[in-house]
């Protein structure tokens, strides 16, 4: 059975941090990252992790880094300068190969709970 199991989530002040980790079982994946649903926002790509190389939306660019070991099959989000917008719940994503684009929500086909990330002002 595949999983993904989120933790690290949290409550934070701006300007703060936080690392988010994303341990899957069951089965390698070629691709793992992240998406956020803000409250009243659709789901948004956010970063994602394949094989050593990262892709991030531009608004996270340079506070945000992905990470990921292989040999224990987890990825890793660390947040720093955190802001209010990015207050969301965090998912976790995984994909099996690769596709049209890194962005599209619909391209992961296994997905972690969900961890909660608030970023008080």
């Known amino acids: 059975q595949v999983q993904l199991v989120e933790s690290g989530g949290g409550l934070v002040q701006a300007g703060g941090s936080l690392t988010l980790s994303c341990a899957a079982s069951?089965?390698?994946?070629?691709?793992m990252g992240w998406f956020r649903q803000g409250p009243g926002k659709d789901r948004e790509f956010v970063g994602a992790w394949s094989f050593g190389s990262v892709y991030y939306r531009d608004s996270v660019k340079g506070r945000f880094t992905i990470s990921g070991d292989n040999a224990k099959n987890t990825v890793y989000l660390q947040m720093n300068s955190l802001k209010p917008e990015d207050t969301a719940v965090y998912y976790c994503?995984?994909?099996?190969?690769?596709?049209?684009?890194?962005?599209?929500?619909?391209?992961?086909?296994?997905w972690g709970q969900g961890t909660q990330v608030t970023v008080s002002s």
């Open positions: 069951g089965r390698t994946f070629y691709a």
């Open positions: 994503a995984a994909r099996a190969s690769g596709g049209d684009s890194w962005y599209r929500g619909d391209e992961y086909g296994y």
